[in-house]
């Protein structure tokens, strides 16, 4: 196996290998695209929102992903009670379980990595994130930042650094996994480097995550006591 190595003054020659190893001391996972497929629950419930109030359905899909619902719902309609609209989509989301399954590599992951040691930080609200975690088979954190723990969601930096302050870590020792650009600019604007997941969005879209990668799959963490070592096998890379 071959890997990229980080320093970035090492000479361009280095950057064609296949792996490169992060090495940190948390870790903060998003949800839905990272370690739950809910792409069609979601569409289906925010198509059905957008049909309801005569808005483009695939500008509302676009502008849900990886944003707290209620902030989607005050940036496309301004004009509704964004507090009782947001009731209406939780439990359309709540109620909507089809597909909703683990991606590959999630439960693995979430296996190796102590619980102390990782959050869950999500959109969505507390009630949603349990359901969706039930419903996929995966263990429910111990730790999580959720939409009704924040003032103000993804991409905002409050949500990771709240991750962040959970595990008892500064921003820099955390590595956040995303899969939407609202998310890695999250992250990165709470001082946190970040892997991002093509689940959701296309490659070029997630350029400013400082590794791409197909899914959790692709990710080997091995724990020692203070650092965490992700191996990571980049998306588009042949070993």
């Known amino acids: 196996m ?3 190595l980080l320093n970035r003054s090492l000479q361009p020659a280095l950057l064609i290998f296949s792996n490169v190893i992060f090495s940190c001391r948390g870790i903060l996972f998003d949800l839905d695209g990272v370690l739950v497929d809910s792409t069609g629950a979601v569409a289906r419930v925010w198509r059905r929102w957008a049909q309801k109030h005569g808005l483009p359905a695939k500008l509302v899909i ?14 496309l309609t301004p004009h509704l009670g964004a507090e009782s609209e947001n009731r209406i989509v939780e439990a359309m989301e709540i109620a909507d379980q089809e597909g909703v399954a683990a991606l590959p590599g999630a439960a693995e992951l979430l296996r190796a990595v102590p619980p102390d040691r990782y959050s869950i ?3 969505a609200t507390r009630a949603l994130a349990t359901a969706r975690m039930s419903h996929a088979g995966l263990p429910l954190p111990r ?3 959720t939409a009704d723990d924040v003032r103000e969601g993804k991409p905002s930096p409050q949500p990771y650094l709240k991750g962040a302050a959970l595990l008892g870590l500064a921003p820099g ?14 992250a990165h604007r709470a001082g946190m480097r970040s892997i991002a997941l093509t689940t959701t969005f296309p490659k070029n879209e997630l350029d400013a995550a400082n590794a791409i990668v197909a899914s959790l799959a692709d ?3 091995t724990i020692e006591p203070r650092c965490i070592h992700l191996d990571v096998k980049e998306a588009g890379k042949e070993s």
């Open 219 to 221: 990710v080997r963490a």
């Open 173 to 186: 020792d955390c590595m956040v996994f995303e899969d939407t650009p609202a998310g890695v600019e999250s």
């Open 121 to 123: 930080v999500t959109s």
């Open 62 to 75: 676009q502008t849900a992903h990886g944003r707290r619902s209620i902030e989607t719902i005050r940036l």
């Open 143 to 145: 730790l999580s930042v």
């Open 2 to 4: 071959s890997y990229r």
